[in-house]
């Protein structure tokens, strides 16, 4: 008698995904578009509320892009535009 744990995740496989698929990156797609370190809007989009960086499977860049976006928020980031991490925030 196989004892099935009942505990912890139910094993609900939802098939829907969250994300359209879109794979090709915002950056080809859209040639106007800049990565800048000085444009923090745009690369707000790509940094999580804790200060990460958003990782290319969710952000959809290619690996070019990404790579520009990250060192622009590596750059925004010495320039204290960014957080290095969520830490030091009072709220
Ligand atoms: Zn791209």
Redesign the pocket.
């Known amino acids: 008698m196989a004892e099935r744990s009942t505990s912890g995740a139910p094993a609900k496989r939802s098939v829907r995904r969250r994300f359209s698929r879109r794979k090709?990156?915002r950056?080809?797609a859209d040639s106007t578009l800049k990565i800048d370190y000085k444009e923090v809007r745009n690369l707000r989009y790509f940094v999580t509320e804790r200060g990460k960086i958003v990782p290319r499977r969710i952000s959809g860049?290619?690996a070019?892009?990404q790579r520009k976006i990250r060192e622009a928020i590596k750059r925004a980031r010495n320039i204290a535009l960014l957080p290095f991490t969520a830490g030091h925030s009072l709220d």
Do not use: R
Request: aromatic residues 12%.
């Open positions: 090709g990156c950056f080809c860049n290619c070019e892009h």
